[in-house]
């Protein structure tokens, strides 16, 4: 998947992350997300960022791709809160996620650093059932 920086904003946005002059966009600043942090240093342009996608939506083993983008170095790590990683691929891992019974969602939590130690998860949610 090529970079997008309309999701990159929709993610930094929704995180609450600083959203800071991309092209003619106003800048704009939120308070600081519980996750989506980068204790790392990145020397990049861009922040260290993570999307993640899950589905289909209330099946018992569901998909979730995380892709990776910005960040600083020549490689990312994926690690999975309970994916069972698929595969992997430069910016993106793919792993499947199983729905607890009886559960309507779940949150799957994805973390990835870059070859700099730079580092942010994404919390996505599983939806598992449909009442």
């Given at each position: 998947?090529?970079?997008?920086?309309?999701?990159?904003?929709?993610?930094?946005?929704?995180?609450?992350?600083?959203?800071?002059?991309?092209?003619?966009?106003?800048?704009?600043?939120?308070?600081?997300?519980?996750?989506?942090?980068?204790?790392?240093?990145?020397?990049?342009?861009?922040?260290?960022?993570?999307?993640?996608?899950?589905?289909?939506?209330?099946?018992?083993?569901?998909?979730?791709?995380?892709?990776?983008y910005g960040?600083?170095?020549?490689?990312?790590?994926?690690?999975?809160?309970?994916?069972?990683?698929?595969?992997?691929?430069?910016?993106?891992?793919?792993?499947?996620?199983?729905?607890?019974?009886?559960?309507?969602?779940?949150?799957?939590?994805?973390?990835?650093?870059?070859?700099n130690n730079?580092?942010?998860?994404?919390?996505?949610?599983?939806?598992?059932?449909?009442?």
């Open positions: 998947m090529k970079f997008s920086p309309i999701r990159a904003l929709l993610t930094l946005t929704a995180t609450g992350a600083m959203v800071a002059g991309l092209g003619n966009l106003p800048t704009a600043s939120a308070a600081t997300p519980s996750t989506g942090n980068s204790p790392g240093s990145s020397t990049s342009a861009w922040p260290l960022g993570l999307y993640v996608t899950c589905g289909p939506n209330y099946e018992p083993t569901q998909t979730c791709v995380a892709e990776a960040g600083s170095g020549t490689g990312y790590t994926f690690t999975w809160e309970t994916g069972k990683v698929t595969s992997t691929s430069g910016t993106v891992s793919e792993a499947t996620v199983n729905c607890p019974e009886n559960s309507g969602y779940r949150y799957e939590t994805v973390g990835v650093t870059d070859s730079a580092y942010t998860e994404y919390q996505a949610q599983v939806w598992c059932s449909p009442w």
